[in-house]
């Protein structure tokens, strides 16, 4: 499944002495718009990275990708942005969604050098980068927990950590925290970050960081660490082991993005509205994606498809991840199409119709 490989793939580890293979491994950053960054590992060919950012309203987000390098040292893929179990909540990983956000393209010019373009619906930039941490680099996760993940990069006698989880809401926030390097465990400060809105003119005095709680990594040995944390009065603690990262493949018969749109059948459109664009990424069973309404509205799609094409999911508002959801959907995949029905819990109802890439 899509949304639990592309989270695996990323929450990986990397931590040795760099071979020229895997040169690229680390933190980067543009020096012109601190407070944001990638954390990067990287395996042989394969590429899987964190761009911590933020918002249309200044919060932080995160968004992920994994890809292959190709003869030139580019990577192109698409930006995933995940919602979750809110935080102090059980675990379930039923609770993660991911939406297509966009799509990064980045080209390592050397172990020094990188140049980024990405594109988020409509708007499009490009950040210089130049590494921040990447003496080593390394990527965790707990098998018990997947969708959250933390990254370890030292520089020098320094350590910084870069945990993504999701909030009391169960939407995507990062955490830093810098402390000194030591040979077992780490004490130090969780950090939250707010900065300029996505799409604003950059300039780094909105960056601003709160304290929001502490925690303790304990690592006697790199193959398991202990994360004892307390995050907005939450209190908790992971067991995180190392995995590789590695480009995920999709196998199945009806794997690949659709898009197209979802119009309205109801007669007062002022009312229902209807899906402008729609967007599927299937992998093996899953179905994921998202949509925008002819109102601007954002929503998050999950479901799955049958061996006979037959797709059935749920439709979230935003990055709200209910049990139920706000509607649901239905349809069949034939050829490179996939058409069907959805309806919401307003009375709305309408068809879609999508192709594949």
């Not at 390394?138 to 098998?143: I, V």
């Not at 040979?183 to 130090?188: E, M, Q, V, Y």
């Not at 900065?195 to 003119?201: C, E, I, N, W």
């Not at 898009?259 to 059948?265: C, E, K, Y």
Request: glycine share 12%.
């Amino acid at each position: 499944m899509i949304k639990k490989l592309t989270l695996v793939l990323l929450f990986s580890l990397c931590w040795a002495n760099f071979s020229l293979a895997d040169e690229y491994s680390g933190m980067w950053w543009d020096t012109s718009k601190q407070g944001q960054g990638l954390s990067i590992v990287q395996n042989g060919a394969s590429i899987c990275g964190a761009w911590y950012l933020y918002d249309s309203s200044g919060n932080d987000m995160w968004l992920v990708f994994t890809g292959s390098l190709d003869s030139s040292n580019t990577v192109t893929a698409e930006l995933l942005r995940y919602t979750g179990p809110p935080l102090g909540t059980t675990w379930d990983t039923n609770k993660l969604v991911s939406s297509v956000k966009g799509s990064i393209t980045i080209t390592f010019n050397s172990s020094e050098s990188a140049s980024m373009h990405y594109s988020l619906g409509d708007i499009t930039g490009d950040l210089n980068l130049v590494p921040f941490a990447n003496d080593s680099a390394s990527f965790y996760w707990d098998p018990q927990r997947p969708g959250q993940g933390i990254g370890l990069f030292t520089e020098g006698s320094k350590i910084y950590a870069v945990w993504y989880l999701y909030d009391e809401n169960g939407e995507d926030m990062w955490l830093t925290t810098p402390g000194d390097l030591s040979l077992t465990s780490l004490d130090a400060d969780l950090y939250q970050f707010t900065g300029p809105p996505l799409g604003a003119v950059w300039t780094s005095t909105p960056v601003q960081s709160t304290k929001v709680g502490n925690a303790t990594l304990s690592f006697p040995d790199l193959n398991s660490i202990t994360l004892t944390y307390s995050v907005h009065g939450q209190n908790g603690q992971l067991n995180v082991v190392p995995f590789t990262c590695s480009e995920g493949t999709c196998s199945g018969t009806y794997s690949g993005t659709y898009t197209g749109s979802a119009p309205v059948s109801n007669a007062d459109p002022d009312w229902c509205g209807y899906f402008a664009t729609v967007s599927l990424v299937i992998c093996d069973s899953s179905v994921t994606g998202n949509a925008i309404d002819n109102f601007g509205e954002e929503y998050s799609v999950s479901g799955s498809v049958d061996s006979n094409g037959n797709v059935t999911g749920t439709i979230y508002e935003g990055f709200e991840t209910t049990d139920t959801g706000i509607g649901t959907f239905t349809g069949t995949i034939s050829g490179s199409s996939a058409t069907g029905t959805w309806q919401d819990s307003y009375g709305c109802h309408g068809t879609f119709s999508v192709t594949k890439k």
